[in-house]
């Protein structure tokens, strides 16, 4: 079992930047994909972007090519969303997911994928 919970969302101007985090609890944190979803109001939960367990893999939605970057620390159980040039069209509920990988380079970005959701932050950006 894995606990998740995300922090660092908020009010922001277009153009500006926030930095989500997720702290994960568990001592097998190292041995998880992780991915970023995010949920608008009256649509699907997407995908944002994914990074593997152990080797810098990454992938990223096309709509945040480019401006977001996701990182990990497995020191400190916590993955990182660094969002940058925010637009309007980004505001939504950000989740972190877990998965358990079965190796240390596959990256998920299906929603199905993940065994385990944080609950929520609020990214909210102004135009």
């Known amino acids: 079992q894995v606990q998740l919970v995300e922090s660092g969302g908020g009010l922001v101007q277009a153009g500006g930047s926030l930095r989500l985090s997720c702290a994960a609890s568990g001592r097998t944190f190292s041995s998880y994909a992780m991915g970023w979803f995010r949920q608008a109001p009256g649509k699907e939960r997407e995908f944002v972007a994914g990074?593997?367990?152990?080797?810098?893999?990454?992938l990223y939605a096309d709509s945040v090519e480019g401006r977001f970057t996701i990182s990990r620390d497995n020191a400190k159980n916590t993955v990182y969303l660094q969002m940058n040039s925010l637009k309007p069209d980004d505001t939504a509920v950000y989740y972190c997911a877990a998965k358990v990988a079965p190796n240390y380079y596959s990256i998920y970005s299906t929603k199905e994928s993940y065994d385990y959701w944080g609950q929520g932050t609020q990214v909210t950006v102004s135009s």
């Open positions: 990074i593997a367990w152990r080797v810098s893999n990454t």
